[in-house]
């Protein structure tokens, strides 16, 4: 199905993408912070320093220029955790932690390696951090299910079949460890989701309204402007904008 050949091309932030060089480490920063460990690795592809076609030179030395950029990588990173909830000071620490570990290093494959070890250190958190309250390991399932399928209409009869559970159980459960109804969360998830590729990508409402199996365009526009106050095309004019202007 196109709608989720588009989808998953998102998430692992394909190199055809013909956008600004800067728009693919957004992207990146976005599964990050969305906690999805699986996309992340996914993402992770060629050296550190297989990235530096589109950066400045802030050194004439090779090793000294690809730290400066780890650490602007690293300082990114943190910035987008705390957006997406991690607490300022561990955010923050963890960033200093692995700024300190790449000034030890010696080549560029350390760095490389470095990228690595963090990128997932802090996908980790943040998936953590959304999972905390979930003690029910059918929960737990049913959130990962969701977020690997946002470009499908997910039942609440059907996920309940996965876990071989009833409807109105799993229900509970949900509620009760998520404060919120199972459809909420998944509407949600698909509007977060849908604000990021706003943001960080140049297809069309109308195309990521079709991505995220919405009924139709003006549900879609209905939805998110009553979580974000806007329309789709409103947010990305004012926060597109401002992104670039960065």
Request: hydrophobic share 35%; proline share 1%.
């Given at each position: 199905?196109q709608?989720?050949?588009?989808?998953?091309?998102?998430?692992?932030?394909?190199?055809?993408?013909?956008?600004?060089?800067?728009?693919?480490?957004?992207?990146?920063?976005?599964?990050?912070?969305?906690?999805?460990?699986?996309?992340?690795?996914?993402?992770?592809?060629?050296d550190?320093?297989?990235k530096?076609?589109?950066w400045?030179?802030?050194?004439?030395?090779?090793?000294?220029?690809?730290?400066y950029?780890?650490?602007i990588?690293?300082?990114?990173?943190?910035r987008?955790?705390?957006?997406?909830?991690?607490?300022?000071?561990?955010?923050?620490?963890?960033?200093?932690?692995?700024i300190?570990?790449c000034?030890?290093v010696?080549?560029?494959?350390?760095?490389?390696?470095?990228?690595?070890?963090?990128s997932?250190?802090?996908?980790k958190?943040?998936?953590?951090?959304?999972?905390?309250?979930?003690?029910s390991?059918?929960?737990a399932?049913?959130?990962?299910?969701?977020?690997?399928?946002l470009h499908q209409?997910?039942?609440?009869?059907?996920?309940a079949?996965?876990?071989k559970?009833?409807?109105?159980?799993?229900?509970?459960?949900f509620?009760?460890e998520?404060?919120?109804?199972?459809?909420?969360?998944?509407?949600?998830?698909?509007?977060?989701?849908?604000?990021?590729?706003?943001?960080?990508?140049?297809?069309?409402?109308?195309?990521?309204?079709?991505?995220?199996?919405?009924?139709?365009?003006?549900?879609?526009?209905?939805?998110?402007?009553?979580?974000?106050k806007?329309?789709?095309?409103?947010y990305?004019?004012?926060?597109?904008?401002?992104?670039?202007?960065?």
């Amino acid at each position: 199905m196109q709608k989720e050949i588009i989808y998953k091309e998102y998430l692992q932030r394909e190199e055809e993408f013909t956008r600004s060089e800067y728009q693919p480490e957004l992207e990146f920063y976005s599964l990050i912070q969305s906690g999805n460990e699986k996309k992340v690795r996914e993402a992770i592809v060629g050296d550190f320093s297989d990235k530096a076609t589109g950066w400045g030179t802030l050194s004439k030395n090779r090793l000294q220029n690809l730290k400066y950029h780890f650490v602007i990588t690293a300082a990114m990173l943190a910035r987008f955790c705390i957006e997406g909830g991690m607490e300022v000071g561990t955010s923050y620490n963890l960033s200093d932690y692995y700024i300190g570990k790449c000034d030890e290093v010696t080549s560029a494959k350390e760095i490389s390696k470095l990228h690595v070890e963090m990128s997932i250190a802090y996908t980790k958190k943040m998936k953590e951090l959304r999972k905390k309250t979930i003690a029910s390991i059918h929960v737990a399932k049913i959130v990962d299910y969701i977020d690997e399928h946002l470009h499908q209409k997910i039942k609440v009869e059907d996920l309940a079949n996965l876990e071989k559970i009833s409807v109105s159980h799993l229900s509970r459960e949900f509620k009760k460890e998520m404060g919120i109804t199972i459809l909420a969360y998944i509407r949600d998830r698909k509007l977060e989701t849908a604000r990021n590729m706003l943001l960080y990508s140049e297809y069309t409402p109308g195309e990521i309204s079709a991505i995220f199996a919405f009924a139709d365009q003006s549900y879609f526009t209905e939805q998110f402007r009553e979580k974000y106050k806007m329309s789709p095309l409103k947010y990305r004019n004012k926060y597109f904008r401002a992104l670039r202007e960065k």
